[in-house]
C-alpha cells in the first residue's frame, strides 16, 4: 500500500462522522478528489501535514461528547454537588446566526438527563446564574452581538454567567469581552462573566510566532496573490520561521509552511473562481480586518467554519474537502 493511500484512508477515518447523517462520510477517493486540486508536487505533502493536524483538531461527535461529559462534573465549576449547581443554571439559547448552539444544548441536555434525570428545560427557575455554551469561539464576532442583543433586552439587572466552549482563540475573546463590558457598564447592570475552556488557542494578532493559525512567513512571488495583498490597506503580519505555536499544531514548520503557502495560492485563486464570496472570505478564512485571513484549521462533526481556509470548505467550481453549512 503506497503512502499516499495510507494517508488517505487515515484522514477519511478521522473525519467520519462529518456531517454525518447530512452528507455521505468522507471517503479515501472524495480526499484524493480534493487534494489533486493542487499542484502534483505538494499533494502528498498536504496530506501528511492535515493527517497529523487533523487528530488535534478536528473533533468529532465522540470528542465533543467526552468534553461535555467532563464538564458535567467539572469540581471547579460545578462544586461537589453537580446535580444540585446544574439545576439552578439558566441555559442561554441565544445565538444569532448558526446553530452550533443548539446543537451544543442539544447533546449536553441529553447527558445531564442521563446523569441527573432532569434535562435543560426543567433548569434555572428563580436563578440568576446562566450558562452560555457554545463549541469554539473564533473572531468574538458571534459572541459579542449575541451578548450586545442579551444585555440590551432580556437579561436580568444581576447575574452571572458561565461561556463556555470547547476552545477559544484568545485574541477573539478578549475582543469580544471588551465589547460585551462596555454594554454592561453603559445599561449599568450588574453582570460578571467567566470564560471555561480546554483548549485556548493563538490567533496571531498580539503574538503572531505563537499563533495556532495559518500565518504565512514569506507571500509567494505569483502576480494574482501579489495583487491580492497590495490591494490590502496594511501589508500581512508575517510569522517568523520555525514557530510550531503555543498548541504544537503542525508536525514541522515544513509541514506548517506547506498549508500556509498552498492555502494561501488556492484560496487566491478560489477567490477569483468564485463571484459569490464576499470580501470578507479571505484566502485563509473569513475575516472583517483586512487581511489573509483567519487561518483557523479548527473543524467538528457539525460543520467546517467559515474562518477556516477557503480551500477547506469552498464550494462550486472549487472541490470543497468539508461542504459547509452556511448561516
Request: glycine share 8%; with cysteine.
Amino acid at each position: 500500500m503506497s503512502q499516499r493511500t495510507v494517508l488517505l484512508e487515515s484522514i477519511a477515518k478521522i473525519t467520519a462522522d462529518y456531517r454525518a447523517g447530512e452528507l455521505a462520510a468522507p471517503t479515501p477517493e472524495h480526499i484524493d478528489t480534493w487534494v489533486n486540486q493542487f499542484d502534483r508536487a505538494v499533494q502528498e505533502p498536504i496530506l501528511q501535514e492535515l493527517n497529523h493536524v487533523f487528530k488535534k483538531t478536528y473533533f468529532s461527535r465522540k470528542k465533543v461528547e467526552e468534553f461535555l461529559i467532563s464538564l458535567l462534573n467539572a469540581e471547579k465549576l460545578v462544586g461537589d454537588d453537580p446535580c444540585a449547581f446544574w439545576k439552578t443554571v439558566n441555559f442561554l439559547n441565544i445565538q444569532g446566526g448558526g446553530k452550533s448552539q443548539i446543537e451544543m444544548l442539544h447533546i449536553f441536555d441529553g447527558l445531564l438527563q442521563a446523569q441527573s434525570g432532569y434535562g435543560i428545560d426543567e433548569c434555572g427557575e428563580n436563578s440568576s446564574i446562566f450558562v452560555y455554551l457554545d463549541d469554539f469561539i473564533f473572531s468574538g464576532n458571534r459572541l459579542r452581538h449575541d451578548f450586545e442583543n442579551w444585555v440590551g433586552s432580556v437579561a436580568p439587572q444581576n447575574a452571572v454567567v458561565h461561556i463556555i466552549t470547547i476552545g477559544l482563540y484568545k485574541y477573539g475573546k478578549n475582543y469580544a469581552n471588551q465589547k460585551i463590558l462596555m454594554t454592561i457598564k453603559k445599561l449599568q447592570k450588574n453582570i460578571v462573566i467567566t470564560y471555561w475552556n480546554i483548549l485556548p488557542l493563538e490567533d496571531g494578532f498580539s503574538n503572531t510566532n505563537a499563533s495556532d493559525v495559518l500565518c504565512p512567513t514569506q507571500i509567494p512571488n505569483e502576480p494574482l496573490i501579489q495583487q491580492y495583498v497590495q490591494g490590502l490597506r496594511f501589508a500581512p503580519k508575517l510569522r517568523q520561521a520555525g514557530n510550531l505555536g503555543s498548541n504544537a499544531i503542525f508536525s514541522s514548520d515544513a509541514g506548517r509552511h506547506v498549508l500556509e503557502q498552498e492555502f494561501l495560492k488556492a484560496g487566491v485563486k478560489i477567490r477569483e473562481m468564485c463571484p459569490d464570496l464576499n470580501k470578507y472570505q479571505r484566502p485563509l478564512g473569513n475575516m472583517v480586518l483586512e487581511s489573509l485571513g483567519f487561518g483557523s484549521l479548527i473543524v467538528t462533526f457539525r460543520n467546517c467554519p467559515n474562518n477556516a481556509p477557503l480551500a477547506l470548505w469552498a464550494g462550486d467550481p472549487w472541490y470543497p474537502l468539508f461542504p459547509r453549512k452556511t448561516n
